[in-house]
T-cell receptor
Framework: DQQVKQNSPSLSVQEGRISILNCDYT??????FLWYKKYPAEGPTFLIS?????DKNEDGRFTVFLNKSAKHLSLHIVPSQPGDSAVYFC???????????FGQGTTLQVKP | EAQVTQNPRYLITVTGKKLTVTCSQN?????MSWYRQDPGLGLRQIYY???????DKGDVPEGYKVSRKEKRNFPLILESPSPNQTSLYFC????????????????FGPGTRLTVL
């Protein structure tokens, strides 16, 4: 039973365009959401997060949107750069435990 | 340099031979956790520790043991490894925030690729 789902295994975009990565969750108790980026042969690195009391959080080229009623979050990267090519994981937590649930990941390829 | 280290980075072993993967962090973090990454399944949490002497099961704890005797170390023990434990393993650490939220912004180690024959 996958509580956090990333239904697109891969995404390809042109450099300079917008990349939109999507994530759905089923547990209404989740109140904190994060995005991690992972390059091959490295551990994941934290990218951006959002609390359930917000619907948007922005950090430079990266913006995360949260739609609680739809149990959906998305990561927007604008403009996309070739160095953004990586696997992106969304993750969720209920804030009261130490558990962190990850999605399956989406591989983003940004073409020059 | 602030980091999470794991050893070994690569390991090939045989079924039933006990092994330990070490994890150490130098950031004085209270929270530490182990994950495994498998194709199509993403990262799944094995065990986590909110502080010294406190450990809890994640989503896939079967076949694994952990201990947290010191703040900086969180070893992962496979008492009797089986082929279905062949995977890429990551250790992570973070602070434990007042509202338990900052622990989510975890620093990950470089990974340990384990093959059980």
């Amino acid at each position: 039973d996958q509580q956090v789902k990333q239904n697109s295994p891969s995404l390809s975009v042109q450099e300079g365009r917008i990349s939109i990565l999507n994530c759905d969750y089923t547990n209404s108790m989740f109140d904190y959401f994060l995005w991690y980026k992972k390059y091959p042969a490295e551990g994941p690195t934290f990218l951006i997060s959002i609390s359930s009391i917000k619907d948007k959080n922005e950090d430079g080229r990266f913006t995360v949107f949260l739609n609680k009623s739809a149990k959906h979050l998305s990561l927007h990267i604008v403009p996309s750069q070739p160095g953004d090519s990586a696997v992106y994981f969304c993750a969720a937590s209920d804030g009261n435990t130490g558990k962190l649930i990850f999605g399956q990941g989406t591989t983003l390829q940004v073409k020059p | 340099e602030a980091q999470v280290t794991q050893n070994p980075r690569y390991l090939i072993t045989v079924t039933g031979k006990k092994l330990t993967v070490t994890c150490s962090q130098n950031m004085n973090h209270e929270y530490m956790s182990w994950y495994r990454q498998d194709p199509g399944l993403g990262l799944r949490q094995i065990y986590y520790s909110m502080n010294v002497e406190v450990t809890d099961k994640g989503d896939v704890p079967e076949g694994y043991k952990v201990s947290r005797k010191e703040k900086r170390n969180f070893p992962l023990i496979l008492e009797s490894p089986s082929p279905n434990q062949t995977s890429l393993y990551f250790c992570a650490s973070s602070t434990s925030g007042r509202h338990l939220m900052s622990y989510n912004e975890q620093f990950f180690g470089p990974g340990t690729r384990l093959t059980v024959l």
